[in-house]
């Protein structure tokens, strides 16, 4: 991004006024530390010219967005999501926002918001919780002109969250004839023009940047200097957080927190440690039934942007009465609680009361608002401090089951993971790898994708070389041969896809258009499995359907094929699902994937299974064990979105050993270049 002066003018510089400098080191800062800063004052004063001159030396994507005046959150989420896919966003908010958090969680970048003053209290609520996500890498930046900050410091969330504050204001009459004979060759001195005080005042606004888009309006008078001032928040907890406790239900707390603080949020999300039983959920506005249900899902490691999530019409609630009870979640602590409705309140209270977990209420209030006093009945305020709460928790936690957690080992370095790549067909392949990743996974998808088409280009100067006849059919079985022998040594289905792609570069310009679904790749994976460790654990666990997440669990943590997994019943597990006996072997379960299978027993159990009865149901009968066929399909889809590299078998199902499973699915068209050779 390029700062333009103003009205296009040629041949002038760029002045290092106060203010520009400044800027450059805000959002440096915030680059740096991926926080939230303002950029403010009235129009014309270079506002624009500032922040775009000072992301040009930042090393992370840069997005700038514009919104109307008063736009809606849907609309937030449009823009934002448009601008950083590159795709126009359809679907509702619900549905946008998690693919908006995926997309803010894969790499660094900094979302620069213009007129921020025409922003409501929603929206910016909106982007607070989008910054506030602990998985999200961005820095915000916002730029407003005149009401800008007024409109933003009513907004308590907002002051202890804004790490970095510069105001803009018209520059002095000394400190303009100053800068303007240097601005431009043809600007006038001050010794030649001594009586242009308002004029120069005028041009102020060009000096320090005007963008060519806005005309400045010239001040009746001279304007006094005014310094602009940049602030540094302190992020030590606060000590107006105070809690209550709920006399009616027991383990139910209330804490208030009245100027909304960052250190506060800081704080609770500190204590998100999912192994451990607690869970931290940041709330988006407006905090209805469904949109909890996604938020807490979603603090349990759901994405719920994976083809195989529910709908959108699907009641989410039974799934996280599921989930939580599977990873045994023994603290939920809701961030910005006073956004409920009665309704999600009393249906959040009922799933954790169904999983036995406490939950705790952060208020951004000086007490709970009367709404939610009615649900909460005979609550008992009980003000404590910062020692008292730490101290509650400690106690509270030391009776809690945490069952399985081991004791603090030395971090083990595990290997840079594949990184999730994108499904284009091979002509834009590479572009939106290029655009989509950063730069060190990027190099490697680059050099996976030479290694497939120097494959490629090796076969045809071979079989040039041989100058045989051949028909279309044998020339097709050749190209199956060939893309087999280009993904042999890979090991994992991205590193697959990105030879494969390579290749059809090299294969187009020969004259064989070869055509392969990124979602057919996973079946690559038929030979080599993945371990069961926290990485993949991770990946699984974004399954907000069971059957998904304990097929990949168990199929990792025993390696056998689907027919062996179609044959486990419910009691193959022990009863702390810390290992499964089959095939005539016990198989354990490392103890940060057993809520993994867990869930999926407790579903079996809600629907009425004995222990006797299969593990894996059909779809189409549920009365009857899962077939073979149908098994693999699921591991094949659990692939698929995870990337995981599982044992499908395809071999074993009428295929001798040495068939190609992508046989199936590969689709090869020769030119008619290719066919008059």
Sequence with gaps: MTAEHYLGLTGARTMPTTALQLTQRAVNDLVELQAMGV?????GSGKTFAWQT??????????????????????????????????????????????????????????????????????????????DDPATKFALLLVGGNGCWEVLEREAMLRSRLFRRVAFAPMSADAVLRVIPSYHQTSCT????????????????????ANGRRSPTPPNTCAKTATPRLTKRSHVPSSRCTTAARMLVDDVHVVTDAQDTLACARWFGRWHDLGRGRITVRLAPPATRRSVA???????????????????????????????????????????????????????????????????????????????????DQVLLNPWGDSDLRSRIRTFEQTAADEGTPPKRRRVEEPRPWPL??????????????????????????AEMLVGRMIALEWIERRAS????????????????????VCASAATPGQKLARLRGAQIALFLAGALVHIPANALSVLATNATAALDRRAATLLRGFASTHLAAAGALALASGQPPRHLQALNID????????????????????????????????????????????FRAEQDPAQRISV?????????????????????????????????????VSVELLETSRQR
Aim: hydrophobic letters at 45%.
């Design 421 to 446: 790549l994108p499904d284009d067909e091979f002509w834009s392949f590479r572009l939106t790898c290029d655009e989509l990743l950063s730069d060190a996974d990027f190099d490697r998808v680059d």
């Design 629 to 665: 066929a149908a098994l693999q399909k699921m591991l094949v889809r659990v692939a698929n979105a995870t990337g995981l590299a599982l044992n499908a078998d395809l071999a074993q199902y009428g295929r001798g050993a040495d068939h190609w499973p992508l046989e199936d699915f």
């Design 294 to 376: 996604r938020d807490i899902l979603r603090s349990l490691g759901k994405r719920l942007t994976l083809p195989e999530s529910p709908g959108q019409t699907v009641d989410l609630w039974p799934l996280v009465e599921v989930w939580l009870a599977a990873e045994q979640v023994r603290h939920v602590f809701v961030l910005r609680a006073h956004l409920l409705d009665d309704d999600a309140l009393e249906r959040l209270l009922t799933a954790c009361e169904a999983a036995r977990a406490a939950p705790w209420l952060i208020v951004a209030a000086p007490a709970p608002p009367a709404e939610m006093m009615t649900v909460l």
């Design 190 to 209: 001050p010794a030649s023009t001594p009586s242009c005080c308002c004029s120069s005042t005028t041009s102020s606004h060009t000096a320090t940047s």
């Design 39 to 43: 950029v403010y004052g009235p129009a």
């Design 54 to 131: 000072a992301v040009a030396t930042v090393d992370v994507p840069v997005c700038a967005v514009q919104f109307p005046s008063r736009p809606s959150m849907l609309r937030v989420a449009q823009v934002l999501l448009g601008r950083l896919s590159g795709r126009i966003p359809k679907g509702s908010r619900f549905a946008l926002s998690d693919e908006l958090l995926d997309l803010l969680s894969e790499r660094p970048r900094l979302v620069v918001v213009d007129e921020a003053q025409w922003l409501n209290r929603d929206c910016i609520e909106y982007v607070r919780h989008l910054h």
């Design 572 to 615: 193959s597990l022990s009863d702390d699902v810390s290992q499964i006996s089959g095939h005539g072997r016990l198989y354990p379960i490392p103890f940060y994937a057993r809520g993994l299978i867990r869930a999926h027993r407790v579903t079996r159990g809600h629907q009425g299974a004995a222990a006797s009865d299969p593990l």
């Design 466 to 485: 041989q100058q045989r006849s051949r028909t279309d059919a044998l020339v097709v079985d050749e190209l199956h041969g060939l893309l087999a022998g």
